[in-house]
């Protein structure tokens, strides 16, 4: 991967990373998340597999080890009590889904999700991943994550009832493949 | 970027299907975010280009400059005043920036830092500690000895980083004598500053006559927090007073002045730290191994004018003395021939106590 190829994937995804780790781990931290991980990417760069259309995936997943690391980090760091934001700003748990980016009511939406949702909604909203790469992300065939996604948009819009958050109106999926 | 063709059209159909419902619900995909939150792919480039050594300029117009401005600093009482003098000198060679536990040396330009007040709170403690037990030495001579750099030319026209180790005599009556010597160069992660060596081979006094200091100034400063900050005010003559960016940085060139010209009591330094627990700006870095190798925790403040420079104060959780500052320029500055991120300054103080005598010249 030269600097040119380089420069192109650092500007396609790292506003996606970013919005990907900010639900996780706050937009500020989510900050040193998007660095980290194209530190990883800048280092791993000649490693990278020749066709482009995976380099997201690839991408994806350094960052989801990265928030994983972050997540830690504050676990360890609370457990030391040693310094000042642990005791303040931000409770540890991995449900912090607290990014300024997403609406307050998509946020509500977000905490009612399992840990195990949570993970398949930050893969799968992840844009530039088309699913088999997002299905690989996560370990799992295609038709499964497909199924998984299908049955995630419903439970979307129970939570969207539920909490009162105005849904928006489902997509025919025939409608769909039509267009 | 390309999405690829070989997924199914109703994989596809009902992966953007759910796409389309996220961001209807509110859900941010990354669209949103504000580009100017992230650095530039050219940035990032030149960060990591950087950070491996790929760029090391070195002319030797360059260099010659740098010693040149370095000097001029160093030849007049404008050194008390540390970081905030030097802004002028060009810089060579780039110099590592330390790793803090909340800011590491690559992301040294940009780290947000962390809430400062747990590590103020830290060394306000750690100093009222060894309030009970103080090791100021005797006698009425303020002795400090710090570990400074500057970049040297050699006859090859190549460049190289050298520390300056200084002493200072500060007597009663405000007399002021002054040692400098070069000392050895720091190894390659920025660490070795190191105590004068006894031999001094390239020592090179100076006297500045009774008056030139106020002696008395540190032993003369409240120990309440509020009170200090209006003395440090006052001193400085600070263009505002109102909590701020401003006030900020008077108060930080103010006790950046007071570590490096007194004898700082135990009971000042914790109302120095307390002090800057009610100012603006101030964010924690986290621990540090300092240029010497000691345990500190850093805090930091950017400039408020330009945005331009990281100032450092580095702290010792073991008594609340300063270990050093360093200043940092983090964004690229026209009239600077240096490349962001880059150490402009530091010192690392080594000794600090209460002296009999000043050497004779």
Redesign the interface.
């Known amino acids: 991967m030269d600097?040119e190829e380089?420069?192109?994937?650092?500007?396609?995804?790292?506003?996606?990373?970013?919005?990907?780790a900010a639900r996780r781990v706050g937009?500020?931290a989510a900050?040193?998340v998007?660095?980290e991980t194209?530190?990883v990417v800048?280092r791993k760069r000649d490693e990278f597999p020749p066709?482009?259309?995976?380099?997201?995936a690839w991408v994806v997943g350094i960052a989801k080890n990265k928030v994983l690391q972050e997540l830690q980090r504050r676990t360890r760091k609370h457990h030391d009590n040693?310094?000042?934001?642990d005791?303040?700003?931000e409770p540890v748990t991995d449900d912090t889904s607290h990014?300024v980016?997403?609406?307050?009511?998509?946020q509500q939406?977000?905490r009612e999700l399992t840990p195990a949702e949570k993970h398949l909604?930050d893969v799968?909203?992840?844009?530039?991943?088309?699913?088999?790469?997002?299905a690989a992300v996560l370990g799992i065939s295609?038709?499964a994550?497909?199924t998984r996604?299908?049955r995630?948009?419903q439970r979307?819009?129970d939570l969207?009832e539920a909490t009162g958050?105005p849904?928006?109106?489902?997509?025919a999926?025939t409608e769909?493949?039509i267009s | 970027m390309s999405t690829g063709g070989r997924d199914d059209h109703a994989h596809v159909d009902e992966l953007e299907a759910f796409r389309r419902e996220a961001a209807a619900l509110g859900f941010d995909d990354g669209q949103d975010v504000d580009e100017a939150r992230l650095e530039s792919a050219d940035d990032f480039i030149a960060r990591m280009r950087s950070a491996a050594g790929d760029e090391r300029p070195s002319s030797r117009r360059r260099a010659r400059r740098v010693v040149a401005a370095v000097l001029a600093v160093a030849a007049g009482v404008a050194v008390f005043f540390g970081v905030a003098h030097r802004q002028d000198a060009a810089v060579a060679e780039s110099l590592p920036s330390l790793d803090y536990e909340f800011a590491s040396a690559v992301r040294i330009a940009y780290a947000g830092g962390e809430d400062p007040r747990t590590t103020l709170d830290s060394l306000a403690a750690a100093a009222d500690a060894d309030a009970a037990d103080p090791d100021e030495g005797s006698g009425a001579v303020q002795y400090k000895q710090s570990d400074s750099w500057f970049a040297e030319v050699d006859e090859d026209g190549s460049s190289s980083i050298v520390p300056r180790v200084r002493e200072a005599w500060l007597a009663p009556d405000g007399s002021l004598t002054t040692r400098e010597t070069l000392g050895a160069p720091l190894r390659a992660d920025g660490r070795g500053a190191a105590p004068v060596r006894p031999d001094r081979p390239d020592a090179v006094d100076e006297r500045l006559p009774a008056g030139t200091v106020d002696a008395d100034f540190a032993r003369s400063l409240p120990t309440s927090p509020a009170r200090l900050a209006d003395a440090l005010l006052d001193h400085i003559e600070c263009e505002s007073r109102a909590v701020g960016p401003v006030r900020s940085m008077c108060l930080y060139r103010e006790v950046v002045s007071l570590f490096e010209t007194h004898v700082v009591s135990p009971e000042l330094a914790a109302a120095t730290w307390r002090m800057l627990r009610d100012e603006q700006g101030f964010v924690s870095l986290g621990s540090v191994k300092d240029r010497a190798g000691r345990a500190g925790l850093g805090l930091s403040i950017i400039d408020p004018e330009n945005g331009r420079y990281r100032y450092i104060l580095i702290g010792d959780p073991s008594d609340g003395q300063m270990l050093g500052v360093e200043e940092i320029l983090i964004k690229d500055d026209p009239s600077l021939d240096a490349k962001a991120p880059t150490v402009t300054a530091f010192t690392a103080f080594l000794e600090s106590r209460y002296v009999k005598d000043v050497p004779a010249g």
């Open positions: 600097d380089f420069g192109a994937l650092y500007d396609a995804l790292k506003r996606p990373v970013h919005a990907f937009p500020e900050k040193d998007v660095s194209f530190e800048w066709d482009r259309a995976a380099w997201p040693r310094f000042a934001q005791w303040t700003v990014s980016l997403d609406s307050v009511e998509s939406i977000y909604f799968a909203f992840f844009r530039d991943l088309p699913p088999s790469q997002a295609t038709s994550f497909t996604v299908s995630l948009r979307l819009r969207s958050v849904g928006p109106r489902p997509v999926d769909e493949r």
